[in-house]
Protein backbone atom coordinates (compact mmCIF):
# COMPACT_ATOMS: atom_id res chain seq x y z
CA UNK A 1 0.00 0.00 0.00
CA UNK A 2 1.43 3.31 -0.89
CA UNK A 3 1.06 6.85 0.77
CA UNK A 4 -1.57 8.03 -1.85
CA UNK A 5 -4.13 5.65 -0.94
CA UNK A 6 -4.03 6.57 2.67
CA UNK A 7 -3.16 10.22 3.00
CA UNK A 8 -5.76 12.68 3.35
CA UNK A 9 -6.03 15.78 1.17
CA UNK A 10 -6.62 18.19 0.76
CA UNK A 11 -4.30 19.32 3.22
CA UNK A 12 -5.93 21.83 5.99
CA UNK A 13 -2.41 24.28 6.19
CA UNK A 14 -1.05 27.24 7.79
CA UNK A 15 0.89 30.39 7.00
CA UNK A 16 3.97 31.17 8.44
CA UNK A 17 3.14 34.38 9.86
CA UNK A 18 -0.53 33.47 10.91
CA UNK A 19 -0.70 34.07 14.97
CA UNK A 20 -0.82 30.88 17.37
CA UNK A 21 -4.11 31.72 18.31
CA UNK A 22 -5.18 30.94 15.06
CA UNK A 23 -3.14 27.32 15.03
CA UNK A 24 -4.02 26.64 18.44
CA UNK A 25 -8.18 26.98 16.83
CA UNK A 26 -7.65 25.17 13.58
CA UNK A 27 -5.84 22.67 15.84
CA UNK A 28 -8.39 22.26 18.35
CA UNK A 29 -11.42 22.63 15.59
CA UNK A 30 -10.31 20.07 13.59
CA UNK A 31 -8.79 17.31 16.11
CA UNK A 32 -5.41 17.45 14.24
CA UNK A 33 -2.07 17.02 16.17
CA UNK A 34 -0.30 19.18 13.79
CA UNK A 35 -0.62 21.78 10.70
CA UNK A 36 1.95 21.90 7.90
CA UNK A 37 3.25 25.52 7.59
CA UNK A 38 3.44 26.75 3.91
CA UNK A 39 5.24 29.95 2.50
CA UNK A 40 3.04 32.58 -0.07
CA UNK A 41 3.93 29.71 -2.62
CA UNK A 42 2.27 27.11 -0.79
CA UNK A 43 5.56 25.45 -0.38
CA UNK A 44 5.84 23.57 2.75
CA UNK A 45 8.09 25.53 5.00
CA UNK A 46 7.45 23.50 8.94
CA UNK A 47 5.02 22.22 10.91
CA UNK A 48 3.23 23.03 13.94
CA UNK A 49 2.39 21.12 16.52
CA UNK A 50 0.11 20.97 19.69
CA UNK A 51 3.76 20.08 21.33
CA UNK A 52 5.11 23.24 19.97
CA UNK A 53 2.57 25.48 21.48
CA UNK A 54 2.13 24.30 24.56
CA UNK A 55 5.88 24.85 24.95
CA UNK A 56 5.44 28.10 24.15
CA UNK A 57 2.38 28.68 26.46
CA UNK A 58 4.80 27.53 29.32
CA UNK A 59 7.71 29.29 28.48
CA UNK A 60 5.39 32.70 28.01
CA UNK A 61 3.84 32.02 31.30
CA UNK A 62 6.73 31.24 33.54
CA UNK A 63 7.62 34.54 32.39
CA UNK A 64 6.93 36.99 35.41
CA UNK A 65 6.01 39.71 33.41
CA UNK A 66 3.21 37.45 31.55
CA UNK A 67 -0.49 37.46 32.03
CA UNK A 68 -1.51 34.85 34.88
CA UNK A 69 -2.31 31.38 33.25
CA UNK A 70 -5.45 31.53 33.81
CA UNK A 71 -5.59 34.61 32.00
CA UNK A 72 -3.55 33.66 28.86
CA UNK A 73 -4.49 34.64 25.49
CA UNK A 74 -3.09 34.01 22.42
CA UNK A 75 -4.43 37.62 20.93
CA UNK A 76 -1.93 39.32 23.61
CA UNK A 77 1.39 36.67 22.80
CA UNK A 78 2.95 38.63 19.57
CA UNK A 79 4.81 35.89 18.08
CA UNK A 80 3.29 33.84 14.59
CA UNK A 81 3.52 30.39 13.67
CA UNK A 82 6.79 31.05 12.08
CA UNK A 83 8.78 31.84 15.66
CA UNK A 84 7.63 28.15 17.17
CA UNK A 85 7.23 25.85 14.09
CA UNK A 86 9.52 22.82 13.45
CA UNK A 87 11.41 23.41 10.32
CA UNK A 88 13.44 19.82 10.23
CA UNK A 89 10.07 18.17 8.93
CA UNK A 90 10.18 14.75 7.98
CA UNK A 91 8.09 14.41 4.29
CA UNK A 92 7.79 11.97 1.97
CA UNK A 93 6.23 10.79 -1.31
CA UNK A 94 3.17 9.48 -2.76
CA UNK A 95 4.95 6.41 -4.16
CA UNK A 96 6.53 5.70 -0.45
CA UNK A 97 5.27 2.45 1.06
CA UNK A 98 2.94 2.71 4.32
CA UNK A 99 5.32 0.58 5.92
CA UNK A 100 8.05 2.99 5.58
CA UNK A 101 5.86 5.79 7.03
CA UNK A 102 5.26 3.44 9.62
CA UNK A 103 8.72 2.75 10.77
CA UNK A 104 9.29 6.62 10.17
CA UNK A 105 6.51 7.61 12.71
CA UNK A 106 7.30 5.12 15.17
CA UNK A 107 11.13 5.24 15.19
CA UNK A 108 11.21 9.52 14.76
CA UNK A 109 8.37 9.58 17.55
CA UNK A 110 5.88 11.78 15.04
CA UNK A 111 2.13 11.51 14.59
CA UNK A 112 2.15 13.02 11.01
CA UNK A 113 3.93 13.13 7.86
CA UNK A 114 3.57 15.23 5.24
CA UNK A 115 3.42 13.75 1.90
CA UNK A 116 5.01 16.31 -0.83
CA UNK A 117 5.88 16.53 -4.59
CA UNK A 118 9.13 18.26 -4.61
CA UNK A 119 8.08 21.40 -2.04
CA UNK A 120 4.94 21.11 -2.88
CA UNK A 121 2.32 19.38 -0.22
CA UNK A 122 -0.22 17.08 -1.33
CA UNK A 123 -1.47 15.81 1.50
CA UNK A 124 -0.93 14.11 5.19
CA UNK A 125 -0.57 10.88 7.05
CA UNK A 126 -1.56 10.42 10.73
CA UNK A 127 -1.00 7.86 12.89
CA UNK A 128 -5.11 7.14 12.80
CA UNK A 129 -4.73 6.97 8.96
CA UNK A 130 -2.38 4.33 9.19
CA UNK A 131 -4.58 2.59 11.84
CA UNK A 132 -7.63 2.80 9.82
CA UNK A 133 -5.62 1.14 7.10
CA UNK A 134 -4.23 -1.23 9.39
CA UNK A 135 -0.77 -0.91 8.88
CA UNK A 136 0.08 0.35 12.55
CA UNK A 137 -2.09 -1.75 14.91
CA UNK A 138 -2.97 -1.21 18.67
CA UNK A 139 -1.02 -3.18 21.02
CA UNK A 140 -4.88 -4.33 22.42
CA UNK A 141 -5.06 -6.04 18.70
CA UNK A 142 -1.67 -7.51 18.59
CA UNK A 143 -2.04 -9.05 22.18
CA UNK A 144 -5.44 -10.27 21.08
CA UNK A 145 -4.23 -11.98 18.19
CA UNK A 146 -1.18 -13.46 19.59
CA UNK A 147 -3.48 -15.28 22.48
CA UNK A 148 -5.26 -16.45 19.39
CA UNK A 149 -2.31 -18.06 17.58
CA UNK A 150 -1.09 -19.61 21.36
CA UNK A 151 -4.29 -21.24 21.71
CA UNK A 152 -4.92 -22.70 18.37
CA UNK A 153 -1.12 -24.01 19.48
CA UNK A 154 -1.80 -24.90 23.02
CA UNK A 155 -4.47 -24.34 25.87
CA UNK A 156 -5.50 -21.07 25.97
CA UNK A 157 -5.30 -21.06 29.65
CA UNK A 158 -1.87 -21.72 29.86
CA UNK A 159 -0.86 -18.23 28.12
CA UNK A 160 -0.87 -14.64 29.01
CA UNK A 161 0.13 -11.92 27.12
CA UNK A 162 1.12 -8.15 26.91
CA UNK A 163 2.07 -5.87 24.50
CA UNK A 164 3.44 -2.26 24.86
CA UNK A 165 4.94 -0.56 22.05
CA UNK A 166 4.28 -3.55 19.78
CA UNK A 167 6.86 -5.73 21.66
CA UNK A 168 4.94 -9.38 23.14
CA UNK A 169 5.95 -10.35 26.89
CA UNK A 170 4.63 -13.92 27.05
CA UNK A 171 3.68 -15.75 30.50
CA UNK A 172 3.84 -19.53 30.00
CA UNK A 173 2.39 -21.31 32.83
CA UNK A 174 3.98 -24.91 31.86
CA UNK A 175 7.65 -25.27 32.05
CA UNK A 176 8.79 -26.23 28.64
CA UNK A 177 11.11 -23.75 26.38
CA UNK A 178 10.65 -25.53 23.67
CA UNK A 179 6.99 -24.28 24.27
CA UNK A 180 8.23 -21.04 24.66
CA UNK A 181 10.61 -20.82 21.58
CA UNK A 182 7.88 -21.79 19.27
CA UNK A 183 5.54 -18.83 20.85
CA UNK A 184 7.83 -16.51 20.47
CA UNK A 185 8.16 -17.28 16.84
CA UNK A 186 4.51 -17.59 16.32
CA UNK A 187 4.42 -14.10 17.93
CA UNK A 188 6.98 -12.34 15.69
CA UNK A 189 5.02 -13.91 12.29
CA UNK A 190 2.33 -11.33 13.26
CA UNK A 191 1.79 -7.96 11.84
CA UNK A 192 2.79 -4.87 14.07
CA UNK A 193 4.83 -7.40 16.47
CA UNK A 194 8.11 -5.67 17.04
CA UNK A 195 9.97 -8.16 19.55
CA UNK A 196 8.50 -10.97 22.04
CA UNK A 197 10.02 -12.67 25.11
CA UNK A 198 8.46 -15.88 26.80
CA UNK A 199 9.25 -17.30 30.14
CA UNK A 200 7.86 -19.75 32.25
CA UNK A 201 5.96 -17.86 35.72
CA UNK A 202 8.37 -19.37 38.41
CA UNK A 203 11.51 -19.92 36.17
CA UNK A 204 14.41 -17.83 34.59
CA UNK A 205 13.29 -16.33 31.26
CA UNK A 206 15.16 -18.83 28.69
Known amino acids: MKAREVMSHPVITIRADAGLGLAADMLTRHGF ?12 VGIVTEADLLRERLD ?11 HFSWRR ?19 ADTSELARLMLEERIRCVPIVDGRQILGIVTRRDLLRAGVIRSDADIATDISRELAAFSDADRWSVSVESGRAEIQDHIDSANDRQIA ?6 LPGVKGAHAHYLTSDPF
Open 60 to 70: STSNPNSPADE
Open 33 to 44: TGLPVTDDDDHL
Open 77 to 95: HRKVVGDVMTTSVESLTPG
Open 184 to 189: VRLAMA
